[in-house]
């Protein structure tokens, strides 16, 4: 365990004093320049990410083992055409299925759009926030194992006080990418809304109330259940704010579970606090708890983290894991190498 502290605390110090002498904004950059002019158009817009993972542990949990992972391998295109129609298509290559979204969608104005096809559900602001710009490598354990993630399906959204309400509201599958079809009669259906205010170039708040109801059958919940069926209902609030180089957020997601009469109410939240130590340097701390209510092991942990950002397209992530129901040799090491654009 002293080797593995003595790594994460040399890596640290070396990356953080790195950047912590450099120009403290961005300088020029001629190539991502030329890629945006080339491949940022109106119509046809061309993005991809690359996510190299690293993951050590002094006692590793049975049937994992440490080393190095690709992430994410993902191409997107996008575009705006004609007459507020448009498309999003992004494909994931490191695993299967490979479409992650396929969206065709229709803009009326600012107070009104229609989505139609594979994309998120509008549930839990750390889901929705996409993966190259989360705060930690993964997302806390209750939105991992409790947001009703990717579905096919309809949505309308828009803002009913132009930047300071929005909405979301759908209707999905519930089942996933499945198959590519419903695997029952019965819908999910989600909404959320956010409420924005003090938005400014040193400070914003942002706060997200969500819910989400539908009747499975045999869907699989990470970390919770691998063949739920019954009636599923989700609730969650979550809130973000940035003050100067100070940021807070936080999120609480609860679920009802009723299958035959009975029912398990799994739960979990995460309390995060960051400072950007300069342009390039972020540092992080976070609490994350999840609570199963039976159906899957019960977690507590503090997560340390670093975020620092060579370029406006690359990233480096280090993460400390240390979970507070077990021994610090079960702490855990992640590193995230990415580009993204």
Avoid at 127 to 143: C, E, M, Y
Avoid at 155 to 164: A, E, F, R
Avoid at 305 to 325: A, K, M, R
């Amino acid at each position: 365990m002293r080797r593995y502290a003595t790594t994460v605390i040399t890596l640290t110090l070396l990356l953080i004093g790195s950047y912590s002498v450099k120009a403290q904004t961005f300088g020029d950059e001629p190539i991502y320049d030329k890629l945006k002019s080339d491949f940022q158009k109106e119509y046809l817009r061309i993005g991809s990410l690359i996510q190299f993972v690293g993951d050590f542990q002094p006692e590793r949990n049975l049937g994992r083992s440490n080393g190095f992972s690709i992430a994410n391998l993902r191409l997107k295109v996008s575009g705006d055409l004609d007459s507020g129609f448009g498309y999003v298509v992004q494909t994931k290559f490191d695993r299967s299925p490979a479409i992650l979204d396929a969206i065709a969608y229709w803009k009326h104005s600012e107070g009104f759009q229609i989505d139609a096809g594979l994309f998120k559900s509008p549930f839990s602001g750390e889901f929705l926030t996409g993966a190259a710009a989360i705060d930690f490598v993964n997302r806390s354990r209750a939105v991992s194992s409790l947001a009703p993630n990717r579905q096919i399906g309809v949505q309308i959204s828009g803002w009913l006080k132009p930047d300071v309400v929005h909405y979301a509201a759908g209707a999905f599958n519930g089942n996933g990418y499945n198959g590519n079809s419903n695997d029952n009669n019965h819908f999910l259906y989600s909404g959320r809304l956010e409420f924005h205010a003090g938005s400014s170039e040193t400070s914003d708040l942002v706060v997200g109330v969500n819910g989400a109801i539908s009747e499975d059958d045999n869907i699989s919940l990470s970390g919770v259940a691998n063949n739920f069926s019954g009636t599923r209902t989700l609730a969650g609030v979550d809130a973000r704010t940035t003050v100067d180089d100070l940021m807070l957020s936080g999120e609480f997601i609860y679920s009802k579970l009723e299958n035959n009469g009975n029912e398990t109410n799994p739960y979990g939240y995460h309390l995060t606090a960051g400072y950007m130590a300069g342009a390039k340097t972020q540092l992080l701390v976070r609490w994350d708890q999840f609570d199963a209510d039976g159906m899957g092991p019960d977690t507590e942990s503090i997560i340390a983290g670093l975020n620092i950002w060579p370029t406006q397209v690359s990233e480096i992530q280090l993460n400390y894991i240390l979970p507070t129901d077990k021994d610090i040799e079960f702490s855990q090491i992640l590193i995230n190498f990415q580009i993204g654009f």
